[in-house]
T-cell receptor, first 113, second 114 residues
Framework: DAGVIQSPRHEVTEMGQEVTLRCKPI?????LFWYRQTMMRGLELLIY????????DSGMPEDRFSAKMPNASFSTLKIQPSEPRDSAVYFC???????????FGSGTRLTVV | AQSVTQLGSHVSVSEGALVLLRCNYS??????LFWYVQYPNQGLQLLLK??????LVKGINGFEAEFKKSETSFHLTKPSAHMSDAAEYFC????????????FGTGTRLQVTL
């Protein structure tokens, strides 16, 4: 298996633009998690899905953030409009369940200028 | 609520010295426990995990961790540090009934000096 695949690896965008981050989980994993990592706030859970259904989005910082999982092999995290304070590394992770731990993707480094 | 505490946000050791990274969890029921490593500009990678059974768990790259229920600890060790071990290390816990969410510690950055 190729692992969790995220795209793009790097994204630089101007403030106010829409940004879409993509994630392909490991085949067969039924949990998918989106995290944000910054120096100031560390690793933050934004939202997670189980069987393509959002279970907990309490970590999504604002209405500007939205996430979807239209099928078991694809998820997106969208920021519209983007702001400089959204600059961070965004990770996607997938899992068979908590006791197995997570497999993380390589992340998307987002810079909003 | 489950919490994971990592003592020391930064740890510095000399190459060849013992590495000890501390992790304590708060739970009356022993959770499943994990250590992850994050190298610069990479995602988190599973080092090792404790589920049930043997309390000394061996992981990749010569790391191991010992689950001590009496101390609610899961410290990570490596007998001899290598320059390539420089990274950030995260301890995490999963408690059944928490909807498969892991609780992560705040991380410990390991520096290895010559």
């Amino acid at each position: 298996d190729a692992g969790v695949i995220q795209s793009p690896r790097h994204e630089v965008t101007e403030m106010g633009q829409e940004v879409t981050l993509r994630c392909k989980p490991i085949s067969g994993h039924d949990y998918l998690f989106w995290y944000r990592q910054t120096m100031m706030r560390g690793l933050e859970l934004l939202i997670y899905f189980n069987n393509n259904v959002p279970i907990d989005d309490s970590g999504m910082p604002e209405d500007r953030f939205s996430a979807k999982m239209p099928n078991a092999s694809f998820s997106t995290l969208k920021i519209q409009p983007s702001e400089p304070r959204d600059s961070a590394v965004y990770f996607c992770a997938s899992s068979l369940g908590g006791r197995d731990g997570y497999t993380f993707g390589s992340g998307t480094r987002l810079t909003v200028v | 609520a489950q919490s994971v505490t990592q003592l020391g946000s930064h740890v510095s050791v000399s190459e060849g010295a013992l590495v000890l990274l501390r992790c304590n969890y708060s739970s009356s029921v022993p959770p499943y426990l994990f250590w992850y490593v994050q190298y610069p500009n990479q995602g988190l990678q599973l080092l090792l995990k404790y589920t049930t059974g043997a309390t000394l768990v061996k992981g990749i790259n010569g790391f191991e961790a010992e689950f001590k229920k009496s101390e609610t600890s899961f410290h990570l060790t490596k007998p001899s540090a290598h320059m390539s071990d420089a990274a950030e290390y995260f301890c995490a816990a999963y408690k059944t009934g928490t909807a498969s969410k892991l609780t992560f510690g705040t991380g410990t950055r390991l520096q290895v000096t010559l």
